[in-house]
């Protein structure tokens, strides 16, 4: 990293400095030329601001210069004397006043000279950095980041794109959601964002605090690279996992993000397969439904369908997550999730069913019921449906339903007609029943 003490100690230049002295280890990012009396607008952080002082007329001429400088987070201001006729006082003083290093340049030394040398200076220590950066190809994304702050002299952080902090150098001045979501809205922010490239759905973020200069913007490309790269070794890594597991299962409808959000969502988690939509992890224990809801406004999939198992052997509790999974694609929601032990006995059984057989069974059983309302434009299928969901009681379904008990008993006794059942008996009203929830 070159600093402002760099800069001192090249050779050749003979800068010596005039106030700040306790500020020389500022990062330098690139150098700046101007004659302009307030030149903010064209300034950037960490930029060394050269100067003949033209600008400079009379006391007072200092204070809005070096105050532009200070607000911008200039490095240093390296300035010749006004009119060979040294740098006048109320610079210095402005300088000090806004903490802004100064340093004299010699009258006869030219300002290409200092800018060749610094533009060296500052590729040479791009160059180096990018090697020491490339030397910790191996280490863990937490040692990388170290380095890379070190190098651009800023605090970093590793984003998931479902806004899961990953690491990072300091505090994260905003929530991470809240940064994924200005990215993706591509609306200005106070971080900038370098995207880790990969062959993941579900993309992860470099975030640096501040802007950045070409040759920082290049380096922090090399970052998200080596990241990049850790990213795809660390997810092949086996997760250690006791006997007895919780197997999840996710459905990104419409796309393909299942993997990816299993990874981010349970990061300690064995991920087992994928198929299609569809992706299940076992881990340690039953995740909390919250973290979806964080990242379902982030995703490109038009719903998601997760089914949590009970706590079991591996096997059993996959199996129990796919009829999970296939009993929560049947609930209503943008985010429909289901534990194993919240499914029915009747639900449990009817998930593992195909769509086909589900209506095959629906038109069996229910076939010549369904064709009686569709002729006569009666309810008998809801009648009898609410029949069965209250136990088989005439006195509470005819409660439910707003008709005599005695109506109720009429439309019951023919509709067993049609169906060829007695709906006072148990097994028939088993059958009828998971006939009428196959249609859900």
């Known amino acids: 990293m070159t600093t402002v003490k760099t800069l001192?100690?090249?050779?050749?230049?003979?800068?010596?400095p005039r106030a700040g002295t306790d500020l020389l280890d500022r990062p330098v990012t690139r150098i700046y030329v101007t004659e302009l009396s307030d030149p903010g607008r064209y300034l950037s952080a960490g930029e060394l601001v050269l100067s003949g002082l033209l600008w400079w007329h009379a006391p007072g001429d200092a204070e809005p210069f070096v105050a532009a400088l200070a607000r911008a987070g200039a490095a240093a201001l390296a300035a010749s004397g006004a009119d060979s006729g040294?740098?006048?006082d109320d610079v210095v003083d402005a300088c000090v006043r806004h903490r802004i290093p100064l340093l004299e340049v010699p009258d006869d030394l030219s300002f290409s000279v200092i800018t060749e040398q610094v533009v060296l200076a500052l590729a040479a220590a791009s160059d180096s950095a990018r090697k020491r950066l490339q030397a910790a190809a191996e280490a863990p994304v937490e040692t990388l980041l170290d380095r890379a702050a070190a190098e651009l002299g800023l605090p970093c952080w590793v984003l998931s794109g479902l806004g899961r902090l990953i690491a990072g150098t300091a505090p994260l001045p905003m929530p991470a959601e809240d940064v994924v979501r200005r990215h993706a809205a591509r609306e200005p922010g106070p971080l900038t964002l370098v995207p880790v490239e990969g062959r993941h759905a579900v993309p992860w973020l470099i975030a640096v605090g501040g802007p950045l200069s070409t040759a920082q913007a290049e380096l922090a490309e090399e970052v998200a690279g080596l990241v990049g790269v850790t990213r795809a070794?660390?997810?092949?890594l086996e997760v250690a996992l006791p006997e007895e597991v919780c197997v999840v299962g996710?459905?990104?409808?419409?796309?393909?993000?299942s993997r990816d959000v299993l990874s981010e969502w349970l990061p300690d988690a064995l991920l087992l397969e994928t198929a299609g939509e569809t992706s299940y992890a076992a881990t340690a224990r039953p995740p909390s439904p919250a973290g979806l809801s964080i990242v379902e406004p982030l995703l490109r999939a038009k719903r998601i369908v997760c089914g949590v198992s009970d706590p079991g052997p591996r096997d059993e509790a996959a199996?129990?997550?796919?009829?999970?999974?296939a009993a929560a694609a049947r609930r209503t929601g943008r985010v429909a999730v289901v534990p194993a032990g919240d499914v029915d006995v009747h639900e449990l059984l009817l998930a593992g069913a195909p769509d086909g057989v589900r209506a095959a069974l629906r038109r069996r059983v229910l076939g010549p019921l369904l064709a009686y309302d569709a002729e006569q434009h009666t309810d008998?299928?809801?009648?009898?449906?609410?029949?069965?969901?209250?136990?088989?009681?005439p006195t509470r379904a005819a409660k439910a339903l707003h008709v005599h008990v005695n109506t109720l008993r009429y439309r019951i006794g023919r509709a067993g007609e049609l169906l060829g059942a007695d709906l006072t008996e148990f097994t028939d009203q088993l059958d009828v029943y998971l006939a009428l929830r196959a249609g859900d």
Do not use: K, M, Q, W
Not at 319 to 325: D, G, P
């Open 380 to 393: 008998l299928v809801h009648t009898v449906r609410v029949f069965l969901e209250c136990s088989g009681s």
């Open 8 to 16: 001192l100690g090249l050779p050749g230049l003979r800068l010596r």
């Open 233 to 236: 070794r660390e997810s092949r």
């Open 319 to 325: 199996e129990s997550a796919r009829y999970a999974v």
């Open 86 to 88: 040294g740098i006048p």
């Open 250 to 257: 996710l459905r990104t409808e419409g796309s393909d993000e």
